[in-house]
């Protein structure tokens, strides 16, 4: 065995047994043990309880990207104050006072790939899961986890349309090709839309000029293009586990942003402009929106000055 498999085998028995107790538990309620949908999901639901093992994370990378925000005037007055040196020392002492502002405030530019990098192991855990099915049907390979060899000839034996779970865009087949690079194509279409969104409906014009943002703009393009490369050899199974992650992830964000938006962000305007609509007070430390336009003067008319002297009078009364 490998070092990578070495150190990914517990996860690789947690994610195994999890797999197949959902198997089970969909097998108990009549669908087939060896029917495609089946497996699929049983993949789906696993997705599911990882990703709700991640909202604390995912929390705390809000509230990071929030601080972030908060912080923008503080990076922007310290960029123009090293603004032209371009010594190693002045860099230096640039990185270590950004470095102690991201500290002082608990805070971490790097905090919004936390998810993503936790959700890997597992990723790559199931795709080792999945490969092995092959050697655990035929006995080559000792089960790992929940994953028998019974559950594992019953896994090679599924299919959707007639592709077995194993597949990837690699493998011979017309049918095949088609439906891998259809959920590819939407995999790289929820993250681009998942990063977008964050984007432009949650981030502040301050924050969206910062020479960091600029980098995360051109990942915006550059990681649905890896992942759709990547992603062609994948098997069918982890296409299925990346699809459903994607499409949490959007949702959950969606509801976020619309609920929680960050400071002077586009989704901020949006809520007050909403909670305007429905007469409700403005929240504390929101900028107040201006002023609906059927709530304005109408044309042509305009506002008659009043002297201190009737101004001090309306006060009396």
């Known amino acids: 065995m490998d070092w990578l498999g070495k150190l990914l085998l517990p996860l690789e028995w947690v994610v195994a ?45 809000i509230k990071a990207q929030r601080k972030m925000q908060l912080l923008q005037p503080d990076i922007q007055r310290l960029q123009a104050k ?21 500290k002082k405030h608990g805070t971490n530019p790097f905090a919004s790939c936390l998810p993503l990098l936790v959700q890997l192991p597992i990723f790559f855990s199931l795709f080792r899961v999945i490969r092995a099915t092959a050697a655990i049907a035929t006995g080559e390979q000792a089960p790992i986890g ?32 088609v439906l891998t690079a259809l959920l590819i194509i939407i995999m790289a279409a929820t993250q681009f839309l998942t990063q977008r969104q964050m984007m432009t409906k949650n981030m502040s014009e301050a924050a969206l ?8 703009k051109m990942l915006l393009y550059v990681m649905p293009v890896v992942f759709a490369i990547g992603g062609i050899y994948f098997p069918l199974g982890v296409l299925v586990y990346w699809l459903v992650s994607n499409t949490w992830t959007m949702v959950q964000q969606h509801v976020v942003i ?18 305007a609509r429905r007469g409700k007070e403005p929240l504390p430390g929101a900028k107040p929106i201006e002023m609906a336009e059927e709530a304005k003067p109408a044309s042509g008319q305009r506002q008659q000055p009043v002297s201190k002297n009737r101004q001090k009078n309306k006060k009396r009364k």
Do not use: C
């Not at 779970?165 to 095949?176: E, I, K, N, R, Y």
């Not at 619309?258 to 909670?275: D, H, I, L, V």
């Open 146 to 177: 929940g994953l028998t060899q019974e559950l594992a000839q019953q896994a090679e034996a599924s299919s959707v349309f007639g592709i077995p779970l194993s597949a990837t865009f690699m493998s011979d087949g017309a049918a095949v090709k």
């Open 258 to 275: 619309r609920n929680m938006p960050a400071p002077g962000s586009k989704a901020e305007k949006e809520m007050m402009e909403r909670r």
């Open 82 to 102: 090293y603004k032209g040196k371009k010594d190693q020392f002045s860099r230096q002492q640039m990185a270590e006072e950004q470095q102690a502002l991201f």
């Open 17 to 61: 047994w999890i797999l197949t107790f959902f198997h089970q538990v969909l097998t108990s309620i009549g669908m087939p043990a060896d029917g495609g949908w089946t497996w699929v999901a049983s993949i789906a639901l696993l997705t599911v309880v990882v990703r709700a093992l991640l909202i604390p994370l995912f929390v705390y990378q």
């Open 209 to 216: 000029n910062n020479p960091f943002m600029q980098q995360q």
